[in-house]
């Protein structure tokens, strides 16, 4: 007997091929795609380039030295003016242009060279300040900023190991009684053998030296979450709630496959309703609902963590439109082009996953590599955070919401024409 | 749409599915207030009519308007009923509910609608149960329910596929009622069943389709004189099994016998019955009950597919 009834399932699930073939398929699937995201980690550290802005105030030789060696590590991406990595670079980033980078979220760090760090990189003497490297960070990304300052102390030490030593040997001198010109002399030779074999751009490698930390006097500036009382929690409503508003506008999609099955939608497309209409009224609920969900999640999030709510209306109300429309209309693709709620499900499962993977529900998209990361740019996952991320983290101004809201109000569109054209089968025998 | 216009008008419908034919050339014209029925076994191309009525079926070939109007255009979706086969209702809503869903697709709103609603309610007899959840309604219930989702609008021209399926002969009376009071408004009905009786008793006339083509077309009277002439059937009922000669002698006459009963087709009732029960004197065997009826449209339907409408 329990047999049989394991059988009458198998029999159905071979009489829905699509559902069969996606339930064998869909780990498959998801193994693939979470392997190429985490299962490349190490892979991945050495791959992940972190863009930097850096701002060369001082432009005395060792700066430019020190500047290119930081352009030789493979972990950065230096960028001395935007879009330096395209056709058209414009003017070398000045210290407000490389926080507004920061501010905007074009860039998530910034490193600024003062003037005199060439001269002085570091100094013994009391009462004599060494310039203070900057870096102005982002910290919704706390990673870029540590590996940057890591990386200044590093490069400090292999690109200009004469100019480190040289202002050590000048303290001795001052402090220590003086050098014999013996003494100095063969400073002098030992000097000019480090700068010899200081690292150089082109060769990429290591020089030998002595191994340091925190020599250079480097200040980090978190330029983002100094006033936030709990900055990761915007992020998190915004990256669950879209994952969550996805799967909840998959399932009430659903309802047009039960009106299919229960022969109601038959029923609807002799009425004065058209397909149209009908898939514009389910939008409408789908949207209404979605918008809905978002709020109360971001309210609880209001009231139990601190999300400042009522600061970010405005953008918070276009975001949320936006973003349960493209939802929806999400829903209402999959509900057309699948046949039964299994199908449904399967591909929901496997589509939402994926796409809240790649788009930075589940982590986020800053960790990934680069070719991931604009991957994951096809996603309303990625768009919707960004979107909210720009209201609740970096505060922008409405109107520079735009590529945000054109990109989902124009998968809005998009999805639903879909959905209107694979609805045709439904429309007329 | 124009007053002189019939309520439906068929001419030379043809629709295939995937190569296979399902209406060849069907023709028919559905008259005011009239109630047209159409029968035939499954398959027969019933429910591809009906459809092509309601708008969800595009023919091939042919044409097609209720009252002068092609069915997909606005205005014949607002003088047309389609009640289909299966209770095509949101089980979660209560029947008012879902009045009102179909009553608002239909374009009613305000006291209108809630005037048909309640009308339907009463009309139904479900008024005490309007607030109920419709799974919760017994078959008949949802039955009646189905038919005033598809009337709420008042249609003209109202199409009725199988509305009788699997409800209890109770709750069939008070359907008939219902159509009753529906053809006495004047609305023009196209009628499906599987239900010869209800061929015979509702319908003013009545269409037989088979293999995607209509039969026969006309009165019950008219279907059966075409068909079977001025015939009855008769039945003799023999107390102990008939014998081979008997049998053979019969089966001259054009009867089909069997060990107990003989039936034939008969023209002059009065010569025909003398000559059979001498026969059965003459190889002494006793009848038990001999019975005589007039031509059905069961037989007519058998005639005509060489089915039995249930198959």
Same mark, same amino acid.
């Given at each position: 007997m329990i047999l049989a009834v394991a059988r009458n399932r198998l029999m159905s699930l071979t009489h829905d091929r699509a559902a069969f073939v996606l339930a064998f398929v869909l780990p498959v699937a998801f193994f693939t795609i979470f392997a190429a995201i985490f299962g490349r980690s190490s892979e991945r550290t050495a791959t992940r380039r972190i863009p930097v802005a850096v701002v060369d105030e001082d432009g005395s030789e060792n700066s430019r030295r020190f500047v290119a060696a930081l352009r030789a590590e493979k972990g950065l991406r230096v960028l001395l003016a935007p879009g330096e990595d395209r056709k058209a670079p414009g003017q070398p980033y000045s210290r407000q242009d490389a926080e507004a980078a920061v501010r905007g979220g074009d860039i998530s760090v910034a490193l600024v060279i003062p003037r005199g760090f060439g001269e002085r990189p570091i100094s013994f003497e009391p009462g004599i300040e060494r310039p203070r490297l900057t870096i102005l960070a =982002? @910290? @919704? =990304?706390?990673i870029a900023p540590q590996v940057l300052a890591g990386l200044v102390q590093k490069v400090a030490m292999t690109a200009m190991p004469d100019a480190l030593a040289r202002s050590g040997m000048e303290a001795l001198d001052r402090f220590g009684g003086g050098l014999t010109p013996e003494q100095r002399s063969k400073m002098e030779e030992n000097l000019g053998w480090l700068r010899r074999h200081s690292q150089t751009p082109s060769s990429g490698s290591t020089a030998a030296g002595p191994a340091a930390s925190g020599l250079i006097d480097v200040e980090t500036r978190d330029l983002m979450g100094e006033t936030k009382s709990n900055p990761t929690v915007a992020f998190l409503a915004a990256g669950l709630g879209v994952m969550f508003l996805l799967f909840s506008a998959a399932g009430a999609g659903g309802a047009l496959i039960e009106e299919v099955e229960s022969g109601t939608l038959d029923r609807i497309l002799s009425t004065r309703v058209s397909m149209s209409k009908l898939l514009l009224g389910k939008l409408l609920y789908l949207a209404g609902i979605a918008a809905v969900q978002l709020t109360v999640m971001f309210l609880w999030g209001s009231l139990v963590f601190g999300l400042e709510l009522r600061k970010h209306l405005a953008g918070f109300t276009v975001m949320t439109v936006a973003t349960a429309l493209a939802c929806s209309t999400y829903g209402l693709l999959l509900a057309s082009i699948c046949r039964t709620r299994m199908q449904l499900v399967a591909v929901a499962n496997l589509t939402i996953l994926t796409m809240s993977a790649l788009g930075g529900s589940m982590f986020p998209r800053y960790l990934m590599p680069e070719g991931m990361q604009k991957a994951g740019l096809v996603t309303i996952n990625a768009w919707a955070i960004d979107g909210f991320q720009k209201v609740f983290w970096r505060e922008e101004p409405l109107w520079r919401l735009w590529p945000q809201v054109a990109a989902l109000l124009g998968v809005t569109v998009l999805l639903l024409a879909l959905a209107r054209r694979i609805a045709r089968r439904w429309e007329i025998a | 749409m124009s007053d002189r216009a019939l309520p439906l008008e068929v001419r030379n419908l043809s629709k295939s599915f995937g190569g296979r034919l399902a209406l060849d050339g069907v023709s028919l014209t559905l008259s005011p207030g009239e109630i047209l029925g159409l029968l035939g076994p499954n398959g027969a191309g019933k429910t591809t009519l009906v459809r092509s009525v309601a708008g969800r079926v595009m023919p091939d070939e042919g044409s097609l308007q209720i009252l002068g109007l092609d069915p997909a255009d606005d205005a014949a979706r607002a003088v047309r009923g389609w009640v289909p086969q299966e209770t095509a209702l949101y089980s979660l809503l209560s029947p008012r509910e879902n009045l009102w869903t179909f009553g608002r697709y239909q374009g009613l709103a305000g006291e209108a609608l809630e005037a048909g609603i309640a009308k339907s309610l009463e009309w139904i007899g479900l008024a005490d149960r309007a607030n109920e959840k419709t799974e919760r309604l017994s078959g008949g219930m949802k039955r009646r329910l189905n038919i005033a989702a598809g009337t709420i609008h008042s249609p003209r021209v109202l199409l009725l596929d199988e509305p009788t399926v699997g409800v209890d002969p109770q709750s069939r009376e008070r359907i008939y009622a219902m159509i009753g009071e529906l053809q006495s408004q004047g609305v023009s009905l196209l009628y499906t069943t599987h239900y010869m009786e209800e061929a015979e008793r509702l319908c003013d006339r009545i269409a037989i389709i088979d293999h995607g083509k209509i039969i026969a077309l006309g009165t019950k009277e008219e279907l059966v004189r075409r068909t079977l002439g001025s015939r009855q059937a008769l039945t003799i009922d023999a107390v102990s099994p008939i014998p081979p000669p008997l049998k053979e002698k019969l089966a001259r006459l054009g009867a089909a016998v069997d060990d107990l009963k003989v039936q034939v087709s008969v023209e002059d009732a009065a010569t025909q019955i003398r000559q059979l029960l001498d026969l059965f004197h003459e190889e002494r065997v006793s009848v038990r009950d001999l019975t005589l009826k007039s031509a059905t449209l069961e037989q007519v339907f058998l005639q005509l597919t060489g089915r039995e409408l249930r198959e």
């Open positions: =982002d @910290s @919704s =990304d706390p | -």
